[in-house]
């Protein structure tokens, strides 16, 4: 099971990847499982040293949810150290690792302006008219 955020690679540029655990409830495990979740628009944030995954929504609960995120001190001091610099968490991925366990992949990123959209626009249309020509 692996959910992704799309949008992240287009938004952002990406500077470090972070991998926690999710303090989750039994039925929103079993949502999650089941592919019954969306990550669109969600954002991370730091509170009383402890990081939170806001908006994020688990189709059992009728509401958008926030939901913890763990991490150790010293990752969510690094992290916070390049909040400072002005770049934003955004969750990326969630996946069911080799254990069975959640987890949440999250970006620390570079918000893209829109010449750098241009570009990876460009570039994906080249590579999608390369590879249709390789076919022909």
């Given at each position: 099971?692996?959910?992704?955020?799309k949008?992240?690679?287009?938004?952002?540029?990406?500077?470090?990847?972070y991998?926690?655990?999710v303090?989750?409830?039994?039925v929103?495990?079993?949502?999650?499982?089941?592919?019954?979740?969306?990550?669109v628009?969600?954002?991370?944030?730091?509170?009383?040293?402890?990081?939170f995954?806001?908006?994020?929504?688990?189709?059992?609960?009728?509401?958008?949810?926030?939901?913890?995120?763990?991490?150790?001190?010293?990752?969510i001091?690094?992290?916070?150290?390049?909040?400072?610099?002005g770049l934003?968490?955004?969750?990326?991925?969630?996946?069911?690792?080799?254990r069975?366990?959640?987890?949440?992949?999250?970006?620390?990123?570079?918000?893209?302006?829109?010449?750098?959209?241009?570009?990876?626009?460009?570039?994906?249309?080249?590579?999608?008219?390369?590879?249709?020509?390789?076919k022909?």
């Amino acid at each position: 099971m692996e959910i992704t955020n799309k949008k992240v690679r287009f938004e952002y540029e990406i500077i470090e990847k972070y991998t926690c655990g999710v303090v989750l409830m039994g039925v929103e495990v079993k949502a999650i499982r089941d592919g019954k979740v969306s990550i669109v628009d969600t954002f991370c944030y730091i509170k009383d040293n402890e990081m939170f995954v806001k908006n994020i929504n688990i189709t059992t609960s009728d509401d958008i949810r926030t939901i913890k995120l763990l991490l150790n001190k010293k990752e969510i001091r690094d992290i916070s150290k390049s909040l400072d610099k002005g770049l934003t968490i955004v969750p990326y991925r969630l996946f069911t690792n080799d254990r069975g366990l959640i987890k949440v992949e999250i970006i620390i990123g570079r918000g893209k302006k829109l010449f750098d959209k241009r570009e990876t626009i460009k570039k994906r249309d080249q590579e999608r008219d390369m590879l249709k020509n390789v076919k022909n």
